[in-house]
């Protein structure tokens, strides 16, 4: 950090990268949450993480994996587009894939409850089909 024009800190870091990362229409408060968090990373566990997501290619082993998968996407996330997210789910033995509308990569800040309402409802969804299989069996 800090050379040749690069941010000198994850602060700067973040204020450069978070608006980019959420909708156009999220609230201050969520912005000014999500640059607090970026912010208060460790720079080498930032680096560190970034290596290791660009490194990373697991797409020859979608299709062998085994357990119930939710693909949740948000419509102005451009780090891991709905596109993309759906391409995904249809390489998933039984994936689900849902997009919500209006946010951005970091939708559980941006809206928290809308977040967590749509992962308790498809956790509830893939627990009840799974159960209700059993009992027929």
Same mark, same amino acid.
């Given at each position: @950090?800090? *050379?040749?024009?690069?941010?000198?800190?994850?602060? !700067?870091?973040?204020?450069?990268?978070?608006?980019?990362?959420?909708?156009? =229409?999220?609230?201050?408060?969520?912005?000014? $949450?999500?640059?607090?968090?970026?912010?208060? &990373?460790?720079?080498? *566990?930032?680096?560190?993480?970034?290596?290791?997501?660009?490194? @990373?290619?697991?797409?020859?082993?979608?299709?062998?994996?085994?357990?119930? &998968?939710?693909?949740?996407?948000?419509?102005? !996330?451009? =780090?891991?587009?709905?596109?993309?997210?759906?391409?995904?789910?249809?390489?998933?033995?039984?994936? !689900?894939?849902?997009?919500?509308?209006?946010?951005?990569?970091?939708?559980? &800040?941006?809206?928290?409850?809308?977040? $967590?309402?749509?992962?308790?409802?498809?956790?509830?969804?893939?627990?009840?089909?799974?159960?209700?299989?059993?009992?027929?069996?």
């Amino acid at each position: @950090f800090g *050379t040749c024009g690069q941010p000198s800190s994850m602060r !700067d870091v973040a204020m450069a990268l978070v608006p980019g990362m959420m909708a156009p =229409t999220a609230s201050v408060a969520a912005r000014n $949450a999500a640059i607090e968090m970026m912010a208060a &990373v460790p720079p080498q *566990t930032y680096r560190l993480a970034v290596a290791a997501i660009a490194a @990373f290619d697991g797409r020859a082993h979608l299709a062998g994996i085994p357990v119930p &998968v939710l693909c949740l996407a948000a419509e102005h !996330d451009e =780090t891991s587009s709905p596109a993309v997210l759906q391409g995904m789910a249809q390489r998933i033995p039984g994936a !689900d894939y849902r997009c919500l509308k209006g946010l951005g990569h970091l939708a559980p &800040v941006e809206d928290p409850p809308r977040w $967590a309402a749509e992962v308790a409802d498809w956790c509830g969804r893939r627990i009840a089909g799974q159960w209700n299989s059993r009992v027929a069996q």
